[in-house]
């Protein structure tokens, strides 16, 4: 049973001796003690002067009296207006350590045949360009918040929908075509998700080229782009590939395979993973057949050019493109087909869209949609929406070849991190060259995955790697740190021999203190799995490692020469270790054996 359990009971306990009234466990309002204050839990009166008559202080004086006279984990108590503040005895701490020590999964729901399951689709990248900035912070925020998920007791499955089709995917197949000369990934050196993202660009460049060429001749700019003959022969490799064109669709294909292969490789390297890969290709079919099906009974209306849309005027909204003209579907019309044969694949309870807050409309309607289409599950959709990421140069445009890389964002990093090592000196000797460029590895991502996840995801942010991988303040790197030390303190007291059992005649308030972080775990996962809120993961965890090293240097561990004393901080420390990394590994940031 936690403290907090055990608190409520003893003060409904005292609320029926000493006012003879059954309290509603609902009522029973405790919080951590501020700093300022002293003691460990509060508890608010004010909902219970009713049934005592008297003032809040004197309701919290007679409460606290009967705690301490009567429950053995109160040690003290004192009053501050209506507020009862509550110190929990040392001796509670360290059979609370104890039993922590024991569970090597402290803080994570185990996962039944009854559990909820809760599907995170995340990634959702185009086949026309390589992973770049943004596709990370939506990669590591997808992959932290599956892992959240689970640790809260649900089945998880990770999806990822794979936008293979559509006119941007038709531009760079263009431009391969006209300027490409045969060129592949492996003639060139390239990964094929960079081969296809410079002909993509390169479509940009002349498309350009061919609007200034057209306004100079006097055209509008509006003129100039309905009348674009590269941006008409985009426009129709997009109608010959719906109609199955035999040759368009080879090179779709072709062009699309050498992409996956150099998605793979990124998504291996950042660390995270699919159950389940959706294709735009293979869901378009199925929402553009839902949406003529809701054509038929009079949900959608078509227009005179032969376009279908929504009326959503009715609800607040305006009205929605659902099919063009030309008969082709738009991105709303394959979430819709996603979204169904997702449901018809699993049996889901929660679906949640990892995707940035420009989207928050378009997730708006499609609840609203698949509500009106009669899909029971359209309005329990969750959109999990995310800020963008910026750069101190600015903003990041893919069609102009401006975004920052993925592949080079990472080498970049683990480049800094091997710097950085380099400049501490000392680190890592005795390491082999590859046990030494794994460390760098580990530490290099890790700076980058925890400065993208410590950020409150609904807001934009400024990311800059420099101050990502510093070795102090609140960064990977210091968390990965202490948990090195950690490390290093378990194996030199192994080699020593020294025992880790036997309880000490006390301890102190820092002791005391890292016992109930580690406790507070498993409401720091609840709280992170209802807010959705990985953040809130990576500041204990930075919080805890702060706590710890204040410890580690106003306390001796391994030099203590009282041996209760010593082990009691031996399997502090030991556990200190256990819950950063499994908070790190549930961001999905690895933790090194050694710094």
């Not at 919290?60 to 009862?84: D, H, M, R, T």
């Amino acid at each position: 049973m936690n403290i907090e359990t055990i608190l409520t009971n003893s003060i409904i306990t005292a609320i029926k001796e000493l006012y003879n009234h059954d309290a509603d466990p609902e009522k029973i309002q405790l919080q951590k003690t501020r700093k300022e204050f002293e003691g460990d839990f509060t508890f608010v009166v004010f909902p219970f002067l009713q049934v005592s008559r008297k003032r809040p202080e004197e309701t919290a004086q007679e409460i606290g009296a009967y705690l301490a006279a009567n429950q053995p984990v109160v040690a003290s108590f004192n009053v501050v207006k209506g507020f009862l503040n509550l110190a929990i005895a040392p001796s509670y701490w360290i059979e609370l350590l104890q039993n922590i020590d024991a569970n090597d999964k402290w803080g994570i729901k185990e996962v039944t045949d009854e559990s909820p399951l809760v599907m995170v689709e995340y990634s959702s990248p185009n086949t026309n360009k390589p992973l770049h900035l943004g596709h990370i912070r939506n990669n590591l925020l997808g992959y932290a918040l599956s892992n959240i998920i689970a640790a809260n007791g649900n089945k998880v499955v990770k999806t990822n929908i794979v936008n293979d089709r559509g006119i941007h995917i038709c531009k760079s197949m263009l431009a391969w075509q006209k300027w490409g000369n045969g060129e592949t990934p492996a003639s060139s050196g390239k990964k094929g998700d960079h081969l296809i993202g410079d002909y993509y660009v390169a479509f940009d460049k002349h498309y350009k080229a061919e609007l200034s060429e057209l306004m100079a001749q006097g055209m509008s700019k509006e003129e100039a782009e309905a009348a674009s003959p590269l941006m008409a022969e985009a426009r129709e490799m997009l109608v010959k590939w719906e109609a199955g064109d035999n040759d368009v669709r080879a090179l779709w294909q072709q062009m699309n395979n050498w992409v996956y292969e150099g998605f793979d490789e990124t998504y291996k390297r950042l660390g995270v993973d699919f159950d389940k890969i959706y294709y735009e290709s293979d869901t378009y079919l199925v929402g553009k057949e839902t949406v003529l099906n809701g054509l038929e009974n009079g949900v959608f209306y078509r227009r005179p050019d032969e376009s279908v849309w929504a009326d959503l005027s009715g609800d607040g909204l305006d009205e929605k493109l659902l099919l063009r003209s030309d008969g082709t579907s738009v991105y709303m019309t394959q979430d819709i087909g996603t979204a169904q044969l997702r449901f018809r694949d699993y049996p889901i309870d929660k679906m949640v869209y990892v995707v940035g807050n420009e989207q928050n409309y378009h997730f708006q309607v499609l609840s609203l949609l698949l509500d009106k289409l009669g899909f029971s599950w359209g309005k329990g959709l969750v959109h999990f929406s995310y800020g963008m990421v910026e750069l101190p140069e600015g903003k990041m445009k893919s069609r102009e070849g401006t975004v920052v890389d993925a592949d080079d964002l990472m080498d970049e990093m683990i480049a800094t991190a091997r710097e950085t090592s380099e400049e501490l000196g000392g680190k890592l000797d005795g390491l082999t060259p590859e046990e030494a460029a794994d460390i760098n590895r580990i530490i290099g991502l890790g700076a980058l995955k925890y400065f993208m996840l410590k950020v409150d995801a609904r807001k934009n942010m400024l990311f800059n790697p420099k101050e990502s991988i510093d070795f102090n303040g609140n960064t990977g790197p210091f968390i990965q740190y202490t948990y090195a030390r950690t490390r290093s303190i378990e194996r030199k007291a192994a080699e020593a021999g020294v025992a880790i059992e036997g309880t000490p005649a006390s301890i102190s308030e820092k002791e005391c203190s890292i016992i109930r972080m580690l406790n507070n775990y498993p409401a720091i996962i609840r709280q992170a799995g209802s807010d959705y809120s990985p953040s809130g993961i990576a500041n204990y965890a930075y919080e805890l490692a702060k706590e710890y090293n204040q410890f580690y240097h106003d306390f001796s561990i391994l030099r203590e020469e009282d041996a209760a004393a010593k082990a009691f901080r031996i399997k502090l420390t030991r556990n200190v270790g256990k819950v950063i990394k499994s908070a790190m590994g549930l961001l999905g940031i690895e933790v090194p054996e050694r710094m």
